[in-house]
Every structure is written in structure tokens, then in C-alpha cells.
């Protein structure tokens, strides 16, 4: 029933950066947990970020100090800010919600870093 659509993914030189967003269905603070996750091909998807209802973030360690990840309940959106991208960040961007025992997921935004 929940439905959740990622955009912003690009093609970028390394150095760059990029915003995802993720357009939710309901109001992101209805969730108990909203964050991203990344898959790279012949790779096991992995966590990137996450944000919890009282606002505790949690970030991978290589991502830490290069990305902030934030929502706006409001407008229904969670976002994702990428700095000082490098090659080894190409992935699909996947975004995910939690509520409950429930899990859902959007249907990924590609982004390529590369010169």
C-alpha cells in the first residue's frame, strides 16, 4: 500500500554531487525508520543512511562526513545530499520505509560516478 519513488540519480565527475529525493505516499514521520540503501551490480545491496522517528541518524562508515540525509514530513519527502562523490559510489540508490514489522521500498534511481 505504500508507495515510495526516488529521483535525482545522474551521471557525475568525481568530486560531485548529487540530491535524491524520495516521495512517499503518507507522511514520512508516520514511519518508524526511513533511510537508503545502494546496490551495486553483482553486489549485495548495503545500508547507506537511515533516520528514525525521534530523529536518531545513522550513516555507513564511508559515507559519513560526505552525505546528510534529511526529510520533511510535510511535503512527504526524504532526501538524500551527496558530496565529494567518487567512482565507488555508482549504485542504484534505493529508498525504504519501515512501520511496524513492515518494510517497503521504492524502485531505485541510478547514479554513475565517473569521468
Do not use: H
Request: proline share 3%; aromatic share 12%; charged share 15%.
Amino acid at each position: 500500500q505504500v508507495q515510495l519513488v526516488e529521483s535525482g540519480g545522474a551521471l557525475v565527475q568525481p568530486g560531485g554531487s548529487l540530491r535524491l529525493s524520495c516521495a512517499a505516499s503518507e507522511n514520512i514521520f508516520n514511519f518508524d525508520i526511513v533511510g537508503w540503501y545502494r546496490q551495486a551490480p553483482g553486489k549485495q545491496r548495503e545500508l547507506v543512511a537511515t533516520i528514525n522517528f525521534g530523529g536518531s541518524i545513522n550513516y555507513a562508515n564511508f559515507v559519513k562526513g560526505r552525505f546528510i540525509i534529511f526529510r520533511n514530513g510535510a511535503e512527504k519527502t526524504m532526501y538524500l545530499q551527496m558530496n565529494s562523490l567518487s567512482p565507488e559510489d555508482t549504485a542504484v540508490y534505493y529508498c525504504n520505509a519501515q512501520i511496524e514489522r513492515r518494510s517497503f521500498w521504492g524502485q531505485g534511481t541510478q547514479v554513475t560516478v565517473s569521468s
